[in-house]
């Protein structure tokens, strides 16, 4: 399954923040590489720029999140729609950050992702356990409860991304056995064609570790997406 490097730049990020792009594309030469898909989900201020800039050179543009709703009274959102109107290809739904800032529920996050795909785009699904869930011995049963109550029927150019709680922006990392067996866990549910992506304190020095285990399809990748020798070095880390 041909590996997706995506990156989620969060709330980072200004016009000035091209400049970091622009470093990305001239290390692969002016396109990104045939063997790996490359995703950047930035402030959706960038989104459009972004997509309008860089498109032709191979890598795909995203979002952060989007509103169930294809429009109405929802001050602060954006709709599906405007993600595919500013030239984007996904969007990331149900990020624990979303989960724990805005009380999104795993219905909601559902019903985010269905939006996605009724208006042309690939939902990127997070599921993760907090650190007291994988303490308890409820690493798994959380994160398949997630699965079961986010993810949309339609299951085709899904992708999933496991990111345990306790590893995003922390500088931990799951044991290459703890990705192995979770992956593992969200593979019998959604199946051969789905790629699920790892995150969590992604880096260029782990990052060929994590993308080498079974189930791995790619990464989500946090902090290290902001600079673009790093981001491409684990891109780079997939296309070994």
Not at 147 to 165: C, F, H, K, M, Q
Request: net charge negative; aromatic share 4%; glycine share 10%.
């Amino acid at each position: 399954m041909k590996p997706l490097i995506a990156g989620n730049w969060k709330m980072n990020g200004t016009s000035g923040s091209r400049s970091e792009v622009e470093k990305l594309i001239e290390i692969f030469s002016g396109s990104a590489p045939e063997a790996v898909d490359v995703l950047i989900c930035p402030p959706v201020t960038l989104l459009r720029e972004f997509s309008m800039g860089f498109s032709d050179d191979g890598f795909e543009f995203g979002a952060q999140d989007c509103h169930a709703a294809q429009s109405g009274a929802h001050t602060g959102d954006i709709s599906a729609q405007m993600v595919v109107d500013a030239g984007g290809s996904h969007v990331i739904v149900g990020h624990s950050e979303r989960r724990a800032d805005h009380q999104e529920s795993d219905a909601i996050v559902k019903a985010k992702a269905e939006a996605a795909q009724g208006a042309g785009l690939i939902p990127i699904v997070c599921v993760g356990e907090s650190e007291t869930a994988r303490d308890a011995g409820h690493a798994e049963k959380t994160v398949l409860a997630q699965l079961a109550g986010s993810l949309p029927e339609d299951r085709n150019g899904l992708v999933v991304a496991y990111e345990p709680i306790w590893a995003i922006g922390t500088g931990k990392t799951a044991s290459t056995d703890d990705i192995a067996e979770m992956h593992a866990a969200i593979r019998r549910i959604v199946g051969d064609k789905v790629r699920i992506l790892y995150g969590g304190s992604v880096k260029p020095d782990n990052a060929s570790e994590i993308l080498a285990t079974a189930n791995v399809n790619g990464a989500l990748v946090g902090g290290a997406s902001l600079k673009a020798v790093e981001f491409a070095a684990i891109i780079q880390a997939a296309d070994a």
